[in-house]
């Protein structure tokens, strides 16, 4: 019964409109944009276009999910391009027997998934062991692996363009199960798996409170050098699943171009997502939201005959709406 | 006018959202003295500087310096009027060079470009004058951490000040640099410049300083030669006792029991580290309520953290439960059954963005989980439980912490570490800042607490509640124990003295 009187004291309290608008604000923008897209773009309600618009936001959102996790302890990662550049130039070393020969196909595929994957995540761990064991600020010491992890891609690859028709790994970015793109999947787990952790783990509690206030978690009992060298590992992950799609879906890799200007996407689409860049708060559904409505935007404006550079600044001028409007809930 | 007055404030008035901080507050300094200015934490000394430097804007009161009225908007105008401060963290641009950094903001040009002859010239000039040589195009960051404070002075007196203040300028010296800036503090006496010194060291006021203003509350309590004033005495104008006074309870702390204390729980002996912690050895038995009494400065908070291994020691062994207590860690140190409510509630302690229940289960909440999965339910009851037995008031277990007032949050944070039933519980500052009622709340809680057998470590600066809480008091004089005493021994007097001017064969 208290809880009851005490619920209505609060409601009493004059709503924010800002504050609505910063926790519902990428929903409604959404929603409008699907709106507008009925109305006025062709073909907008077909199948095809969701299709297209979901394996375009795919990899940005499973980079997205690792930076989520990365800018809630008060972090960034900048690598994730870079590493999925490392990726991309990996598997098809390995699934096209390149390195060392492997005869049977799907062993090759997996073998060359785990590797590619598992180097990338190796990477994202010495992110982290610069952070967390150096106390290295986040943008420097993952600009170390921004700059020369492009760098060793093209090196590995001797900087040549690998094409491969290998339709066991190309399933990764074309593939389709029950007429969903695999990458749709991926992306779909990852996001769900992630969204778990922060709510439901003590280890998603911990990263939030890291990024809260890292001296009381310290004094709190978090082991905070740890949590600090998985989630970098986690981004690093993350970046090079994202990285196979890519190869994936183009039958080709090129260490210059694979991940390309990925880090500011995802932060981009974490930043609209509603989640503070200083830390301490994480919403992997809002960065989900956030790549989409980025996504949608710019579909809208290129489906609509607008050119690609004006799509760019109206994407620059969402993430500032965004983060206008977040600052307003705050200060409120 | 008698005297030869350089500053003269009288009357000022500042309030902060309401709350006072200067109260009537006076401050008189004459030409070419060396005064020191002294007050507890929170005494209003910061305040009264900043308002003088034009950092705040004072609400009442009139300040007249070098004969005229004077009224600044910002510290450079300070500045430029001929008041210079030093900060305690010197605020030099490290990658610059001396001269840089010292003609900063008044550059001499020629031609319209910079001079770079002429700088150099004067910086060295001015350097000379404490008998400083370096060389003048190196970056400031180079140099010691001495030599960086001489820096910042001669910038100060760069600009002709008539008054420098120094705050705390002495923290981050050893002895030999404090010899050397004290021989600068002479020269600028002998050269007619009136200079301000905070200190919490009373050995270096009575080194260096001709009188002493001593604030406490917002008000000026009292101004003397420091010639003609005790330690003691000094001691007990800043702590607002008087020598000898007898007073009834002033907390809710009540008399108990010293027979129903248990064995020895917690010892450490010769603890050290840096200049903070120089050898402080202490125990505490189950049940009982150890205090820490001290000035600022005098290594009581640097000692807690030792123990609960939030610093890394350099010297000192601990023992728990009469084992060896090696934590590597606070995470060992909860392990072993520790629990540590730090002094800097919003610094150290809450996580402001997260709920009530989620800083309360901080600590406790690995504990809680089934394979890293969070059990809500089972947080639920224990949350709700020191809700209730804290009678914490908020809306419910999901109110963001920073939305509770202090004395909220600090029981939020006790209930942190009491929800990890700890063996000892090292509280620092425990009622700092907490209103009356939530104070007395807290008091009489570490009483139940203690009677329940929890051994608790009490940090406090306010006296009764040293004397009228603690079962035994540590007294703590510049990183050494200077004095252990029973509750029977600790009078105001007694713990005032050692505070003052104890010395560490009187402990033994």
Not at chain 1, 71 to 85: C, H, P, R, W, Y
Not at chain 1, 201 to 230: C, P, W, Y
Not at chain 2, 288 to 312: M, P, S, V
Not at chain 2, 475 to 491: D, I, Q
């Amino acid at each position: 019964m208290t809880d009851a009187t005490r619920a209505t004291v609060i409601e009493r309290r004059p709503i924010n409109p800002f504050d609505l608008l910063a926790r519902y604000g990428t929903v409604i923008a959404l929603v409008l944009l699907i709106v507008f897209n009925l109305i006025f773009t062709t073909n907008f309600a077909t199948l095809q276009t969701l299709n297209v618009n979901l394996t375009q936001v795919c990899t940005i959102v499973i980079v997205a999910v690792g930076m989520t996790l990365v800018i809630a302890t008060g972090g960034i990662d900048l690598s994730v391009g870079s590493l999925m550049s490392i990726s991309g130039a990996l598997a098809p070393m390995v699934f096209m027997s390149k390195l060392f020969p492997i005869g049977n196909i799907y062993l090759a595929v997996a073998l060359a998934i785990i590797i590619a994957v598992g180097v990338a995540t190796l990477l994202g761990l010495f992110n982290g062991w610069l952070i967390a064991r150096f106390r290295i600020q986040p943008i420097i010491a993952t600009l170390v692996l921004f700059i020369a992890g492009r760098g060793i891609a093209q090196v590995m690859t001797n900087g040549q363009l690998q094409t491969f028709k290998v339709p066991e790994f190309q399933f990764i970015g074309l593939g389709r199960v029950l007429g969903i793109p695999f990458q749709v999947i991926v992306m779909l787990v990852l996001v769900i798996i992630a969204a778990w952790v922060i709510r439901k783990t003590v280890f998603g509690r911990q990263i939030l409170a890291i990024g809260g206030n890292e001296k009381a978690s310290g004094l709190s009992g978090i082991a905070v050098k740890k949590v600090k060298l998985v989630v970098y590992a986690v981004s690093g992950f993350c970046a090079g699943i994202a990285g196979l799609v890519v190869i994936a879906i183009n039958s080709a890799s090129d260490a210059n171009l694979v991940g390309l200007g990925m880090e500011l996407d995802a932060i981009a689409a974490v930043a609209v997502g509603g989640t503070l860049l200083s830390g301490g708060r994480a919403s992997i559904i809002g960065t989900l939201l956030g790549a989409l409505t980025i996504q949608l935007v710019r579909y809208t404006l290129l489906a609509n005959g607008v050119p690609d550079s004006v799509a760019q600044v109206a994407q620059a001028v969402i993430i500032i709406a965004a983060v206008w409007v977040q600052q307003q809930g705050r200060s409120a | 006018m008698g005297e030869d007055l350089l500053l003269a404030m009288a009357g000022v008035d500042k309030r902060f959202a309401g709350i006072p901080a200067l109260i009537g507050a006076s401050f008189e300094v004459r030409r070419g003295e060396v005064h020191a200015l002294i007050g507890q934490n929170g005494a209003g000394k910061s305040t009264l500087i900043k308002v003088l430097t034009g950092y705040h804007k004072k609400d009442a009161g009139s300040v007249s310096f070098d004969g005229k009225p004077f009224e600044v908007t910002s510290p450079q105008q300070a500045q430029a009027s001929g008041i210079s401060t030093i900060y305690q963290e010197i605020n030099l641009v490290p990658y610059r060079s001396i001269t840089e950094n010292i003609c900063l903001g008044r550059e001499k040009r020629r031609f319209g470009l910079l001079d770079w002859g002429a700088m150099h010239a004067e910086a060295e000039r001015l350097l000379a004058r404490f008998n400083i040589k370096a060389d003048v195009r190196r970056p400031v960051m180079e140099f010691s951490t001495a030599t960086q404070q001489m820096v910042a002075i001669a910038r100060a007196i760069g600009f002709d000040a008539k008054l420098v203040i120094m705050d705390e300028p002495t923290s981050s010296l050893d002895e030999r640099e404090v010899g050397v800036l004290f021989d600068v503090i002479r020269q600028l006496k002998a050269e007619g410049v009136s200079v301000v010194f905070v200190s919490h060291k009373l050995d270096e006021l009575y080194a260096v300083c001709d009188r002493v203003t001593i604030m406490r509350d917002g008000r000026t309590v009292r101004v003397a030669e420091i010639s003609g004033i005790g330690k003691l005495d000094l001691v007990s104008s800043m702590l607002g006792r008087e020598i000898a006074r007898v007073e009834g309870h002033a907390t809710a702390f009540t008399d108990r029991d010293p027979a129903k204390l248990g064995e020895t729980l917690f010892a450490a002996e010769h603890l050290s580290a840096g200049s903070a912690v120089r050898d402080v050895s202490f125990s505490i038995r189950r049940g009982e309520i150890a205090g820490f009494a001290g000035l600022l400065g005098a290594g009581r908070t640097e000692t807690a953290r030792l123990a609960f291994a939030a610093d890394k020691r350099s010297g000192g062994t601990m023992t728990l439960g009469g084992a060896p207590y090696d934590p590597a860690s606070p995470i060992d140190a909860i392990a072993a059954g520790l629990g540590f409510c730090t002094e800097d509630r919003k610094a150290e302690g809450i996580v402001p963005d997260m709920s009530v229940a989620e800083n309360m289960m901080l600590a406790l909440m690995p504990k809680l989980a089934k394979s890293g999965i969070i059990d809500e339910a089972r947080q639920r009851v224990v949350v709700e439980k020191f809700i209730k037995a804290l009678s914490i008031k908020c809306s419910g277990p999901n109110q963001k912490i920073r939305e509770l007032s202090g004395g909220n949050q600090q029981k939020v944070l006790l209930g942190r570490w009491l929800a990890t039933e700890p063996r000892l519980l090292i509280l620092d500052e425990p009622t700092r800042g907490i209103d009356v009622g939530a104070k007395g709340e807290i008091q009489a809680l570490i009483k139940s607490l203690a009677d329940d057998g929890l051994a608790v470590l009490m940090i406090s600066s306010e006296l009764e509640e040293v004397i009228e809480g603690a079962d035994r008091v540590f007294v703590l004089r510049e990183g050494l124990t200077v004095s252990e005493m029973t509750r029977a021994e600790a009078s105001e007097d007694a713990i005032m003295a050692a505070m003052a001017e104890g010395s560490p064969e009187a402990a033994r």
